[in-house]
C-alpha cells in the first residue's frame, strides 16, 4: 500500500453501496487510469472498517503472482490463502490476464466468506465472458482519467487558465503527479503507457496483423478528433493514401482500439426521430496527454481538444454520450442520464457573429425545455441567448452535472 492514497471520492462513492454484498465489483478502463489505485483505496479503507478482515491482493503486473496463469491456479491460489471464521476479500488487478478467469470467480461467489472485486483493461475479454457466465452477478464500475477537478489536486494546483491548459496538453494520467509537467519528461512516459496499450490490451488480445496499419490509424483518429466518420470514408482516405484496407478490417481494428479503452466510439442521434445512426461516428481519446503525445500538440488543434476534454467530462459525470442530427445541423453532444437530458456545443471562441450564430443557433432549432449550453474558452461565463446558457470551459470542467 502506497502511504498517500488521495482520494477518488466519486468512484470509492460508487462501490461502498455493493461492498460485503455477493457481487463481483468490476473496474473497467485504460491502463495506467488509476484502476489499480481505487482498489488499493476500498482494501485500505475496509482494513480500518474491520481489523479482522482478510484481504488478499493479486497483481497481474506483478511478477510474484505470474504463476496464476488460468482459472485452476486462481481458485488454488485463493483457497490455498483463505481464512477460516473471517470475510475474505479478494482483489484481482488485471484480471484478463488470467485464462477463463470468469470459472473461478463463479465458485467463489458460491461462498458468502468471499467479497470479490477486479479490475481489467480490455471490454471485449470482460463483456463476453462475464456477460457469458456472471450475468446478473457482477457490477461494472468504469474508471476514467482524472477530471479537471482531481487534476488539480493531484498536481496541487491552483484553478487557473495555465492549469487548464496543462489539464489539456499533458491530460489525467495519475502517475504524473511523481513528474515534472514538462514536455519531454511527460511525453516519454506516455508514449510508453501508448505502446504498453498497443501491445498488451491490442496486439495481444486480437487477430491483429498489419502493425502499422494500425498505429497510422490511431495517428489519423488523433488528427481527426470529433469528425464525422464512417468506415467506408476512412478507406476513401486511406487508399487516396496508396494504402488499401477494406472497411470490414477498419471496423475491427476501431473495435479493439475501443476495446483497449483507448478510444471512445460516439455514435449519432436523430433529435426529432430519436432513432441512433448506422453510419457516421466519432472518436475521442480517453486521455488527452496520450493523444498529443502520439500525434503532438498543436494550437491550431485547441478547438479539437476543448471538444474531447468536454466529452470526457460528461462521460465522468455518468452520462451516455451521442452526437446529435437535426436536419442538416449537428449538436456536438447529446447527454442523457436516467431521464434527463442536455445538449452542449463547443468552440474555440466566441468571437465571430458567425460562430455565435452558429453555435446558439443550432441549439436554437431543438424545441424542446431540456438545458442548452454553449462551452468556450470566452472566459465570461453565465451569459443567455433564448435561454441557452455560456459556460466558460474552466468553469463547466469543475461542474457537477
Known amino acids: 500500500?502506497?502511504?498517500?492514497?488521495?482520494?477518488?471520492?466519486?468512484?470509492?462513492?460508487?462501490?461502498?453501496?455493493?461492498?460485503?454484498?455477493?457481487?463481483?465489483?468490476?473496474?473497467?478502463?485504460q491502463r495506467r487510469v488509476g484502476k489499480s489505485y481505487i482498489l488499493k483505496q476500498i482494501a485500505a479503507e475496509i482494513a480500518e472498517k474491520d481489523p479482522d478482515a482478510h484481504i488478499l491482493y493479486i497483481n497481474k503486473e506483478d511478477m510474484k503472482f505470474d504463476?496464476?496463469?488460468?482459472?485452476?491456479?486462481?481458485h488454488d491460489y485463493v483457497?490455498?490463502?483463505?481464512?477460516?471464521?473471517?470475510?475474505?476479500y479478494v482483489f484481482i488487478d488485471e484480471i484478463q490476464e488470467i485464462k477463463e478467469f470468469e470459472k473461478a470467480m463463479r465458485s467463489f461467489l458460491l461462498d458468502p466468506e468471499y467479497d470479490?472485486?477486479?479490475?481489467?483493461?480490455?471490454?471485449?475479454?470482460?463483456?463476453?465472458?462475464?456477460?457469458?457466465?456472471?450475468?446478473?452477478?457482477?457490477?461494472?464500475?468504469?474508471?476514467?482519467?482524472?477530471?479537471?477537478?482531481?487534476?488539480?489536486?493531484?498536481?496541487k494546483l491552483e484553478n487557473t487558465n495555465?492549469?487548464?491548459?496543462?489539464y489539456i496538453k499533458y491530460g489525467g494520467l495519475p502517475y504524473l503527479k511523481h513528474l515534472e509537467l514538462e514536455d519531454e519528461i511527460v511525453y516519454d512516459y506516455l508514449k510508453g503507457v501508448y505502446n504498453t496499450v498497443i501491445y498488451r490490451d491490442v496486439f495481444m488480445r486480437s487477430e491483429v496483423r498489419n502493425t502499422v496499419f494500425l498505429e497510422n490509424l490511431v495517428l489519423f483518429l488523433a488528427d481527426n478528433i470529433g469528425q464525422l466518420f464512417s468506415a467506408k470514408k476512412i478507406s476513401d482516405y486511406l487508399k487516396s493514401q496508396r494504402t488499401s484496407i477494406v472497411p470490414s478490417q477498419i471496423i475491427t481494428y476501431i473495435s479493439h482500439l475501443a476495446n483497449a479503452y483507448l478510444i471512445h466510439k460516439v455514435k449519432r442521434t436523430d433529435i426529432v426521430g430519436k432513432k441512433i445512426f448506422e453510419i457516421g461516428e466519432k472518436?475521442?481519446?480517453?486521455?488527452?496527454?496520450?493523444?498529443?503525445?502520439?500525434?503532438g500538440y498543436r494550437q491550431e488543434d485547441i478547438g479539437k481538444l476543448i471538444e474531447n476534454v468536454v466529452h470526457n467530462h460528461l462521460l465522468y459525470n455518468n452520462y451516455d454520450v451521442k452526437v446529435g442530427q437535426l436536419g442538416q445541423n449537428e449538436i456536438d453532444f447529446v447527454a442523457k442520464k436516467k431521464n434527463e437530458t442536455i445538449y452542449v456545443q463547443t468552440c474555440y471562441l466566441l468571437s465571430e457573429q458567425t460562430t455565435i450564430d452558429?453555435?446558439?443557433?443550432?441549439?436554437?432549432?431543438?424545441?424542446?425545455?431540456?438545458?442548452k449550453i454553449v462551452v468556450s474558452m470566452d472566459e465570461f461565463s453565465?451569459?443567455?441567448?433564448?435561454?441557452?446558457?455560456?459556460?466558460?470551459?474552466?468553469?463547466?470542467l469543475l461542474m457537477e452535472l
Open 1 to 29: 500500500m502506497e502511504d498517500e492514497l488521495i482520494a477518488r471520492n466519486r468512484y470509492q462513492n460508487k462501490i461502498r453501496p455493493f461492498v460485503d454484498k455477493q457481487l463481483i465489483k468490476v473496474l473497467t478502463g
Open 67 to 74: 504463476h496464476i496463469k488460468n482459472a485452476s491456479d486462481l
Open 79 to 88: 483457497l490455498s490463502h483463505t481464512q477460516k471464521n473471517v470475510k475474505n
Open 116 to 155: 470479490l472485486y477486479c479490475t481489467g483493461s480490455n471490454a471485449a475479454v470482460l463483456s463476453g465472458e462475464l456477460a457469458t457466465f456472471l450475468s446478473g452477478r457482477y457490477v461494472e464500475i468504469p474508471i476514467y482519467s482524472l477530471s479537471y477537478a482531481e487534476f488539480l489536486t493531484f498536481h
Open 162 to 166: 495555465e492549469s487548464l491548459m496543462k
Open 283 to 295: 472518436f475521442y481519446f480517453e486521455d488527452l496527454g496520450l493523444r498529443n503525445a502520439i500525434v
Open 358 to 371: 452558429r453555435e446558439f443557433g443550432n441549439l436554437e432549432k431543438i424545441k424542446d425545455n431540456y438545458p
Open 382 to 396: 453565465g451569459n443567455t441567448r433564448e435561454g441557452i446558457r455560456h459556460i466558460y470551459l474552466r468553469d463547466f
